[in-house]
């Protein structure tokens, strides 16, 4: 396969993917078929599961007998029986739970769980209400997913504000995603994009452009990373200045600086190349990646 831009994870047998795709194309389960030309992702899953062509971005199909409708410019994830997702929706629609119903001509992610829960139409970003008697403040421009008891959620969020656990406390005017989780995790005040803090003692430095989750112990990541920072496993070291993400798994796995995308590392032995455009998803052993991929394989 030559000129993919991005990701393409071929997995299990007889899984064919073809060239050109801009985007990811995962293929996962028996005979699953994915069409050419699709820009974004489109991760086929389960038995049977068909996805149309040209879909702009992320169609996710999964249960028994969900249907994905063409055109859908972002991502119609359908989970559960019945689940209907209505046409020429912008961006995510995630249906879950019995009877949950998404409106229509929603923007953003419009993330229905929990018995009862409702989503205003017209949500900019991203919406998820969990959690009993949850209540989000409407024209929330990003994501604000309230989860636990007593979680407040500021209204004028730009991003995504997700608490988590007991006494968790976001400072308001998060650009985008404050999420804090486990005891006495401490979230710094002006954090442009996703601080994600996980485990006990776990620092985040401030002024994190981007994404910046720190997980396990002892995880230790470099300031001033512009997009995503996931350091996952002991002994992990990811180098600094990665523009992207670079999620690094596994033990002994390198990943190289300026990677411009995402550099998903998985699995003993695996080596990825400098200056990876998109993203550049290795797994299993001994898989190698051709340098000056734009992304090529």
Not at 64 to 89: C, D, E, M, N, Y
Not at 163 to 186: K, N, T
């Amino acid at each position: 396969m030559v000129c993919i831009h991005g990701l393409c994870g071929i997995q299990s047998a007889r899984a064919q993917a073809f060239f050109k795709v801009h985007g990811i194309c995962g293929i996962q389960g028996p005979w699953s078929q994915a069409s050419s030309r699709v820009h974004g992702l489109c991760g086929i899953q389960g038995s049977g599961a068909q996805a149309s062509s040209r879909v702009h971005g992320l169609c996710g199909i999964q249960g028994s007998g969900a249907q994905a409708f063409s055109k859908v410019h972002g991502l119609s994830g359908i989970h559960g029986p019945w689940a209907q997702a209505s046409s020429r929706v912008h961006g995510l629609c995630g249906i879950q739970g019995p009877w949950a119903q998404a409106c229509s001509k929603v923007h953003g992610l419009c993330g229905i769980q929990g018995p009862g829960a409702q989503a205003s139409s017209r949500v900019h970003g991203h919406r998820g209400i969990q959690g009993a008697g949850a209540q989000a403040s409407s024209r929330v421009h990003g994501l604000c997913g309230i989860q636990g008891s007593g979680a407040q959620a500021f209204s004028k969020v730009h991003g995504l504000s997700g608490i988590h656990g007991p006494w968790a406390q976001a400072s308001s005017r998060v650009h985008r995603l404050c999420g804090i989780q486990g005891p006495w995790a401490q979230a710094c005040s002006k954090v442009h994009g996703l601080c994600g803090i996980q485990g006990p003692w776990a620092q985040a430095s401030s002024r994190v452009h981007g994404h910046r989750g720190i997980q396990g112990a002892g995880a230790q990541a470099s300031s001033r990373v512009h997009g995503h920072r996931g350091i996952q496993g002991p002994g992990a070291q990811a180098s600094s200045r990665v523009h992207g993400l670079c999620g690094i798994q596994g033990a002994g796995a390198q990943a190289s600086s300026r990677v411009h995308g995402l550099c998903g590392i998985h699995g003993p032995g695996v080596l990825a190349f400098s200056r990876v455009h998109g993203l550049c998803g290795i797994q299993g052993a001994g898989a190698q990646a051709c340098s000056s991929l734009w992304t090529r394989w």
